[in-house]
Nanobody, 124 residues
Framework: QVQLLESGGGLVQAGGSLRLSCAAS????????MAWFRQAPGKERIFVAA????????YYADSVKGRFTISKDNTKNTVYLQMNSLKPEDTAVYYC?????????????????WGQGTQVTVSS
C-alpha cells in the first residue's frame, strides 16, 4: 500500500526557515500529484502547495506564495516544502498527501493518501 512519511518539522522563530520532506513509496508516480496541507488547532485542514510527479508548474495557496516552495526529487521519490519567512500564523500540523488521478480541485477530499503529519511551530 501507498506510504507517505513526513519529516522536518520543528520550532522556529518568526522570519526563519524550515524544510519539510515527504518520502513516498508504492505510488504510481507518473500519474500522481503530491501536495502539502496544514491544520491549525481547532481549524480545518487547508491546502498549501501541490506538484505533479510528471512535471508542470507547482500550485500554491495565496497565503504562502513567494515564501514557500514545493519541489520533488524523482530519484528519491521525495517531495519537499521549503518554508521561508515563516510567520506565527504558519503554525500547524503539516500533512503530505497524494492522489493518483487528475483533478483541478485542491480540496483535501480529492486526495487519497496521507502521511501522519509533522508539527511546525513558529514563535513570535
Amino acid at each position: 500500500q501507498v506510504q507517505l512519511l513526513e519529516s522536518g518539522g520543528g520550532l522556529v522563530q518568526a522570519g526563519g526557515s524550515l524544510r519539510l520532506s515527504c518520502a513516498a513509496s508504492r505510488l504510481p508516480f507518473r500519474s500522481s500529484t503530491m501536495a502539502w496541507f496544514r491544520q491549525a488547532p481547532g481549524k480545518e485542514r487547508i491546502f498549501v502547495a501541490a506538484i505533479a510527479w510528471s512535471g508542470g508548474n507547482p500550485y500554491y495557496a495565496d497565503s504562502v506564495k513567494g515564501r514557500f516552495t514545493i519541489s520533488k526529487d524523482n530519484t528519491k521519490n521525495t517531495v519537499y516544502l521549503q518554508m521561508n519567512s515563516l510567520k506565527p500564523e504558519d503554525t500547524a500540523v503539516y500533512y503530505c498527501a497524494a492522489r493518483t488521478y487528475y483533478s483541478s480541485s485542491y480540496y483535501s477530499n480529492t486526495f487519497d493518501y496521507w502521511g501522519q503529519g509533522t508539527q511546525v511551530t513558529v514563535s513570535s
